[in-house]
């Protein structure tokens, strides 16, 4: 079956632009995760839905940042007025049950570069 | 606050060797912790997971070592193979996922 899938693969904005980035999780997961990584670093976590509600937004490092599940599958992080250092892979984890200690299926991720 | 320690060293190792990849964590407190494999251009894979009231779980080929006294997590993979060749993260599973940096390994043939 397919996986999660993530676009745009790659987007490069100019600096005060604004950016969508969309994700797919695998069809039927509850769980929809956001991370942020930065070249040669891992993930750090932005943003957690069960369903379509957001319970956990506390890792989103500015409120230029927003994500939204309104149907509790398909979820969108827009990123306001790109900023250089939100140059970064976002990557989007999908799980089965509404737990992080279920196991997390992440996708290919999002290249942004800000110029 | 909780962290997951892993500077970035880059492993290498002859094919068919052994391997052994570190990861120090800071919170005594964590009880679930996952190994992961991310290859250029991909999102992080799960390998092998342990919990707390274990130190030692083997897989096909891997086996994660933990030591709670220091807060120490190994994942050691048996005969090397090119395809082996990926950077390697530690995760902590709380209420979230908290990665350490990841450590490069390759595989030379």
């Known amino acids: 079956g397919a996986g999660v899938s993530q676009s745009p693969r790659y987007k490069v904005a100019k600096r005060g632009q604004d950016v969508a980035l969309r994700c797919d999780p695998i069809?039927?997961?509850?769980?929809l995760f956001w991370y942020q990584q930065a070249l040669g670093q891992g993930p750090e976590f932005l943003t957690y839905f069960q369903n379509e509600a957001q319970l956990d937004k506390s890792g989103l490092p500015s409120d230029r940042f927003f994500a939204e599940r309104p149907e509790g599958s398909v979820s969108t992080l827009k990123i306001q007025r790109t900023q250089q250092e939100d140059s970064a892979v976002y990557l989007c984890?999908?799980?089965?049950?509404?737990?992080?200690?279920?196991?997390?299926?992440f996708g290919p991720g999002t290249r942004l570069t800000v110029l | 606050g909780e962290s997951v320690g892993l500077h970035l060293p880059t492993l290498s190792v002859q094919e068919g060797d052994n391997s052994i990849i570190n990861c120090a964590y800071s919170?005594?407190?964590?009880?679930?912790f996952i190994w992961y494999k991310q290859e250029s251009g991909k999102g992080p894979q799960f390998i092998i997971d342990?919990?707390?009231?274990?130190d030692k779980r083997q897989g096909q080929r891997v086996t994660v070592l933990l030591n709670k006294t220091v807060k120490h997590l190994s994942l050691q993979i048996a005969a090397t193979q090119p395809g082996d060749s990926a950077v390697y993260f530690c995760a902590e599973v709380g209420n979230k996922l908290v990665f350490g940096a990841g450590t490069i390994l390759r595989v030379k043939s």
């Open positions: 342990i919990r707390s009231n274990m």
């Open positions: 919170n005594s407190a964590s009880d679930y």
């Open positions: 984890a999908s799980s089965l049950l509404g737990s992080s200690y279920n196991e997390q299926f």
């Open positions: 069809s039927g997961h509850v769980s």
